[in-house]
């Protein structure tokens, strides 16, 4: 009757390891034993698997917010995705990245870092609009540019290269340097077909 042990073993019936066939609703069961005893984090698990394998998206997003008032961190990462996504409730990108950050999930919440730039390049574009702050511009426009540079660093997709290459192009975050911007476009032209 150990909640850790309910998690694992539900861990090996997902992912179907040592002979074992996946078997998902046996592993809903053994999460749900495990939450009951005390162990948050596979509230984590269980949201994703509503959301991954059963599509059903209210239900990954209620199970996730229970997971969050629990206190588990994983949780509040992907309800924050959830809540940026409109997965399950109305779409809310400014709160669920703020969410996400929130979290303290910066081992997890890395997946989104293409969400997370495109969060802070809004706030440096509202700032520049509004008010013109040079050292806020200048610290949003840097966490822009980190976001955006650790999505390309981790995976080249069309939308990691053009937000990198964007940055060099503009100047945000980074000196302006149009030829570096071309560079890495061109560096993957299979992207851009």
């Known amino acids: ?3 850790v042990a309910y998690h694992k073993y539900a861990l090996l019936f997902i ?15 053994l999460l749900e034993k495990s939450i009951k005893n005390g162990f948050y984090f596979s509230y984590f698990i269980l949201a994703r698997l509503f959301f991954e394998v059963d599509k059903n998206y209210s239900l990954a997003f209620k199970t996730a917010q229970k997971g969050t008032i629990n206190g588990d961190k994983y949780s509040q990462c992907l ?16 709160k669920g990245i703020e969410i996400i950050l ?29 008010c013109n702050k040079v050292e806020n511009k200048d610290m949003l426009g840097e966490k822009a540019f980190e976001w955006f540079e ?3 660093n981790k995976n080249k997709t069309k939308a ?6 964007l940055c060099f192009m503009k100047g945000i975050g980074v000196h302006k ?14 992207l851009f077909d």
Do not use: M, W
Not at 15 to 29: K, M, V
Not at 79 to 94: P, R
Not at 177 to 190: G, H, Q, T
């Open 150 to 152: 650790k999505s390309f």
């Open 15 to 29: 992912f179907g390891n040592f002979n074992i066939d996946p078997d998902f609703e046996l592993a809903r069961n």
């Open 102 to 130: 929130e979290s303290g999930a910066s081992d997890f919440y890395e997946i989104f870092s293409t969400d997370i730039g495109i969060y802070y390049l809004k706030l440096y574009e509202q700032n520049i609009q509004s």
């Open 177 to 190: 340097n149009i030829k570096k911007a071309n560079e890495i476009i061109n560096s993957f032209p299979n």
């Open 160 to 165: 990691s290269v053009n937000n990198y290459a």
């Open 79 to 94: 309800l924050g995705y959830f809540i940026a996504h409109g997965i399950g409730i109305e779409k809310d990108n400014k």
């Open 1 to 3: 009757n150990n909640p």
